[in-house]
């Protein structure tokens, strides 16, 4: 832990590495955030940039020309990123391109994080800056999981996640050996809802891949408590939710701008589903925020 925002209802832990949440507790001390344990998924609350999912073989046209080639959820999750800005209440991460960047996404850029932390919520800010002379495309999310169950002697299944509407959708098939999207087939899974029971059974065929809500904010708690979260993501389309197969502690909940390749789409990276653009010395900023309730 590099970095600690805290006030009267929150101590919120960031690490220079990715630029990431790594710690969310409240005043009693009960952390919300996933730790990592290698042996479900080590990883936290990565920053998913400038893809998120995967592309097909790892690489995609861009530009009339130009390729990219990256692994799943991009180039900056293992980052370092400078600490530009820090206040009682915020701080600012930042990366810029490099030549090691260019071999992977052929664009100058910045990517700016800020954390600001107001009363019992912490508010992602990303803003992603065009430094080059064409224009950029982009897609960015976050990937924060938090600890399902909170408190000792629970079960997972003793938690829910609540929809900010009544939700009737259906969602692709994950291909799990590449990451990639089936929207050819595609099945029921909420039915004029609010409420889905969590089990480890939701994810034994990998994410589930929300792409038609209407609900702009999920709620994770307890069914038995009203402790958990709610994360409102109205600048993000997609939603998606993870645990790892093995039964892992805990559940992602993940506001995304794009998607996984999917098996509609061919593999020029500006025509995939709501792909970001900025112009030459444009910025465009996306923002969620997590409430601890």
Known sequence: MDY???????????????????????????????????AYWSGQAP????????????????????????????????????????????ILFGIESSPETK??????????????????????????????????????????????????????????????KQETCTVPAPVTETGLIDMEHREAFLRNQKILPLSHDLFARDAIILDELRSRSITFRGKKHEKGIRLDFQDFPYLILWSSANGGPFVAIEPWTGLSTCSDEGDVFEEKRNIQKAAPGEKRSYSFGIRVL
Not at 139 to 156: K, M, T, V
């Open 47 to 90: 920053v998913l940039f400038p893809i998120c999912g995967s592309l097909r073989n790892n690489r995609a046209q861009v530009g009339k020309s130009q390729f990219m080639e990256m692994p799943r959820h991009g180039i900056v999750r293992k980052k370092d990123f400078a600490c530009r800005e820090q206040t009682k209440d915020s």
């Open 103 to 164: 071999k992977q996404f052929p664009f100058p850029f910045r990517l700016d994080i800020r954390y600001t932390l107001a009363e019992n919520r912490i508010l992602t800010e990303y803003t992603v800056h065009n430094c080059g002379k064409q224009e950029m495309p982009f897609q960015i999310g976050g990937h924060p999981r938090f600890n399902c169950p909170l408190f000792e002697g629970e079960a997972y299944t003793d938690y829910q996640l609540v929809f900010e």
């Open 4 to 38: 600690v925002l805290q006030n009267d209802f929150l101590t919120v832990g960031l690490n220079r590495k990715g630029g990431s949440l790594c710690s969310l507790k409240d005043r009693e001390g009960t952390e919300y955030l996933w730790q990592g344990d290698a």
